[in-house]
């Protein structure tokens, strides 16, 4: 039984995460160093408390600084992890994010969604989020004789748009597409043990949403109830729900695996409503 687990390992394995000192970037950081990967941590705010807990339990990381919308500072990320790591096999995009600006509501209707936002969110998510970093780190990786896993994040708002964010939605169903055409890219150009692959989170409880999920008595808010009653097992999902997908999308369990989106999402994308 343990010797086939070890498909799963990552021993030796070098992964670079933009957006690390995030919710989910740090939470998949924890399980991917776990599960034998050194950790190169990636943010353009400081990575300095999500090194120290990495750390403390045991794995290899290293804190960088990176703006994923300067290709310029991606850049020098990339040449200071390469100067640490040697080299890089997994790279998880992580950054990513909505802002209020993008959003409708009561005081913004749709007709009045300012460019700039639209612009802002899908820059960040779409470029920022994928494409500029797949275009630095995938440079070399491409050059790796064992290939390597690219992961990008992806969105249930890619299959099922949801109500009053009309530019996320947009952005992440263009990093689903982007993320197929890069895994075919790389496999018919450069290397076919490169993969390229994303996830599709669903509605996972964080300290960034729980003000819109739950109340201050800690009750489902009416958009959580809608949530939920359209999620079959009933619940929200944890960021740590994201980490046994990674380290398979990373592992050589899915050596023949590329292209694919992965929802993570208790059924939601399955659930018609009836």
């Not at 944890?238 to 023949?256: H, N, T, V």
């Not at 989106?261 to 409503?273: E, H, M, T």
Request: neutral net charge; hydrophobic residues 45%.
């Amino acid at each position: 039984m343990k010797e086939i687990l070890n498909i799963f390992s990552l021993e030796g394995k070098k992964a670079v995460i933009t957006g690390g000192a995030g919710v989910l970037g740090s939470a998949i950081a924890k399980g991917l160093g776990k599960a034998g990967a050194e950790i190169a941590i990636c943010d353009i705010v400081s990575t300095d408390k999500v090194v120290d807990e990495l750390t403390e339990e045991g794995i290899k990381a290293k804190g960088y600084y990176i703006d994923v919308m300067d290709i310029e500072k991606i850049k020098a990320c990339y040449d200071e992890v390469i100067g640490d790591f040697g080299r890089v096999d997994i790279l998880l995009n992580a950054a990513g994010g909505n802002i209020k600006e993008a959003t409708t509501s009561k005081e913004l209707s749709f007709f009045d969604l300012p460019l700039s936002a639209l612009e802002k969110v899908v820059a960040l998510n779409l470029f920022g989020g994928a494409i500029l970093p797949c275009q630095v780190f995938g440079k070399s990786m491409v050059k790796n004789e064992n290939g390597g896993s690219i992961i990008n994040i992806s969105s249930m708002n890619a299959f099922r748009p949801l109500t009053r964010i009309p530019g996320y939605s947009a952005a992440k169903a263009a990093v689903s597409n982007f993320t197929q055409w890069l895994a075919t890219h790389f496999a018919q150009e450069y290397n076919k043990k490169l993969r390229v692959n994303a996830i599709a989170p669903g509605f996972l409880l964080t300290r960034q949403n729980r003000y819109l999920l739950l109340d201050e008595e800690g009750n489902l808010t009416p958009r959580a109830k809608s949530i939920i009653s359209h999620t079959p097992m009933g619940e929200f999902g944890k960021p740590e729900d994201l980490i046994g997908i990674c380290i398979y999308l990373a592992s050589d369990a899915s050596r023949f695996v590329t292209g694919v989106v992965i929802p993570i999402d208790g059924g939601f994308n399955a659930f018609s409503g009836v």
